[in-house]
């Protein structure tokens, strides 16, 4: 038993040691970009050593996957733990809340930026991030779609994606495009009108 209370011991401090340097790490990639962002200065930033930093992560584009992997894993994690259970309406209006709230914040969508800004060069970054965050939450969507047989979708699939990609353009056109300034909208309003249109009945 004690032998493997240490095991256990020794993986928590590796996770940890991980999560320490990706915290770091994520800083020095919002500041400076991908490409001026060199493993010193993650190191300092993090708080390690060289030598531990590269024990952990071989090179900078692994470090930035696993940050990807990371900060994916962990947005999915507070938007999608709670089942969706209940009347569709209810359901819809705590999941955007929910989308609004735990995503839209300023560390997350710099740190959107920067993969955006990478796709072009790295695709699979984009990919990446898009398969550890919007595909497994668009297939649970989907799947209260077609449990709730009296919604009547012709296509669930689409309509998960169209609710959660209007949710996603809300945030990107006011906080990343400054749409507060051009074409402003209170959040609410937003929601309501969205979830209108998608369960085709006045709220």
């Known amino acids: 038993?004690?032998?493997?209370?240490?095991?256990?011991?020794?993986?928590?401090?590796?996770?940890?040691?991980?999560?320490?340097?990706?915290?770091?790490?994520?800083?020095?990639?919002?500041?400076?970009g991908y490409a001026s962002t060199s493993m010193d200065r993650i190191a300092s930033s993090a708080g390690v050593s060289k030598q531990t930093l590269y024990s952990y992560f071989s090179d900078k584009d692994g470090l930035f996957t696993s940050l990807i992997k990371h900060i994916a894993s962990q947005k999915f994690q507070l938007v999608w733990s709670k089942p969706l259970q209940g009347e569709p309406k209810q359901v819809l209006q705590d999941l955007a809340q929910r989308i609004l709230q735990e995503i839209n914040d300023e560390e997350y969508l710099n740190f959107v930026r920067l993969v955006v800004a990478e796709s072009g060069k790295r695709p699979e970054l984009s990919k990446l991030f898009l398969s550890n965050l919007a595909k497994p939450a668009n297939k649970i969507l989907t799947r209260y779609f077609q449990e709730h047989k009296e919604l009547n979708f012709a296509d669930p699939e689409a309509t998960a994606m169209i609710f959660i990609g209007s949710l996603i353009f809300l945030m990107i056109s006011q906080e990343v495009l400054h749409g507060k300034e051009i074409m402003p909208i209170a959040s609410d309003r937003y929601v309501n009108n969205l979830i209108q249109l998608v369960l085709n009945r006045t709220c």
């Open 1 to 32: 038993m004690a032998k493997n209370n240490r095991k256990e011991d020794i993986r928590q401090r590796s996770i940890d040691k991980a999560q320490q340097i990706l915290l770091g790490a994520l800083p020095e990639f919002l500041q400076h």
